[in-house]
């Protein structure tokens, strides 16, 4: 099974060479790399969020596999809807789905299930991959999309058994949570509101950031799947996140008035 990329083209260069040459361009001249229990990263266009992606995939050491957790944005079947088998395809060449890990979080957990089709048109799990390609040709990958129907106790739950899973598996594996942050408010209450959520992350505070994003009404698309990645690297050793960049669209168009927040964090 083959899963087509949906927003080559658009979101990032849909051409090999061109793609290679905005990633490189994008990241930070220079970068301390740490190992890394996972990073929180941003999902929108590379026109406007790659440079903090680049920013926070430059700043961790890539394991040969990474588990991609990121949002729904049309609608899935499952809570927890990951692909178990196959390759992804993108400009930059094909990643394998590394089927041993999915098999056994759903042998954990009856929250995942195997749903290709979730992925098909999804956007925020695809643009994390150019990334992981470029920084470990050799990545294999779990891709996981989770609904927003997901209430704290099933994402605390499946957090658990990603834990499980990595803790039982030989190769070494990090976790990514794909996330926007606040949408179309002013720079100064987009930034208020983010860094409130940001805080949550850096103390790796999960039922903090699911209950601040509620009550604040804070429009940070992917906070669910940023909750299970907050507990799994917690479960896993993690002591604190740490904020790499943060940048809204408004630093790349000019426009502060109606912004969309972006942050790179690794979980360390």
Request: hydrophobic content about 40%; proline content about 5%; charged content about 20%.
């Amino acid at each position: 099974m083959i899963r087509q990329p949906a927003v080559a083209g658009y979101f990032y260069p849909g051409r090999a060479e061109e793609l290679r040459k905005m990633i490189s361009g994008l990241i930070p001249k220079e970068s301390e790399k740490k190992k890394a229990f996972g990073i929180v990263s941003p999902h929108a266009g590379y026109v406007y969020s790659g440079q903090v992606a680049a920013a926070v995939f430059a700043s961790v050491d890539i394991p040969p596999i990474a588990v991609i957790l990121g949002p729904s944005h049309r609608g899935i079947n499952s809570l927890f809807a990951l692909q178990g088998s196959g390759v992804w395809r993108t400009p930059l060449g094909e990643v394998k789905i590394y089927a041993e890990l999915a098999s056994r979080l759903m042998a954990i957990s009856s929250l995942f299930e195997d749903e290709p089709r979730a992925h098909a048109f999804e956007h925020s799990l695809e643009v994390q991959v150019p990334f992981l390609q470029y920084f470990r040709p050799d990545i294999m990958i779990v891709p996981i999309c989770v609904s927003p129907e997901a209430d704290f106790s099933s994402l605390e739950e499946a957090g658990l058994a990603l834990a499980q899973a990595v803790k039982e598996e030989k190769q070494e594996t990090f976790l990514v949570a794909s996330t926007d942050m606040s949408h179309y408010l002013s720079q100064k209450e987009a930034e208020k509101k983010d860094f409130l959520a940001i805080k949550k992350i850096e103390n790796l505070d999960a039922r903090g950031l699911y209950d601040i994003v509620l009550r604040e009404n804070i429009s940070m698309c992917g906070f669910q799947p940023t909750c299970s990645v907050l507990i799994a690297c917690k479960q896993l050793g993690a002591s604190r996140g740490e904020l790499i960049l943060y940048q809204t669209s408004g630093d790349v168009t000019g426009d502060y008035r109606e912004v969309v927040g972006y942050a790179g964090c690794r979980l360390l």
